[in-house]
Nanobody, 129 residues
Framework: QVPLVESGGGSVQAGGSLRLSCAAS????????MGWFRQAPGKEREKVASSYTSSGSGTTYYADSVKGRFTISQDNVKNIVYLQMNSLKPEDTAMYYC????????????????????WGQGTQVTVSS
């Protein structure tokens, strides 16, 4: 079991910022690929960002729709992964989920939702125009 608990969601106006947090426990943090996904009503769950760090190597993925606006980061001491979201747009409105899975670092970049076995409960982000 890898309990994941997201927090930090809320309602903001377009152009605003939010920072999501995903607190993880029960595993060696540095051995996992950590991902952020989002799902809007009526749409598929999509990968927003992912990151993997172990022994100094790392790879970070961002969806084209969030590049330059979102940043994924990790605190390996506290076992928390963050998603800093700036310049938010109404189309960013969705339920955001944290995910984790043991995999090689070179698999993390292209990993899809089906590759992740551990999921948080989600946190809602609503951006108004």
């Amino acid at each position: 079991q890898v309990p994941l608990v997201e927090s930090g969601g809320g309602s903001v106006q377009a152009g605003g910022s939010l920072r999501l947090s995903c607190a993880a426990s029960g595993y060696t943090y540095g051995s996992y690929c950590m991902g952020w996904f989002r799902q809007a009503p009526g749409k598929e769950r999509e990968k927003v960002a992912s990151s993997y760090t172990s022994s100094g190597s790392g790879t970070t993925y961002y969806a084209d729709s969030v590049k330059g606006r979102f940043t994924i980061s990790q605190d390996n001491v506290k076992n928390i992964v963050y998603l800093q979201m700036n310049s938010l747009k109404p189309e960013d409105t969705a339920m955001y989920y944290c995910a984790a899975q043991i995999m090689t670092w070179w698999s993390c970049y292209a990993a899809k939702k089906g590759d992740f076995g551990y999921w948080g409960q989600g946190t809602q982000v609503t951006v108004s125009s």
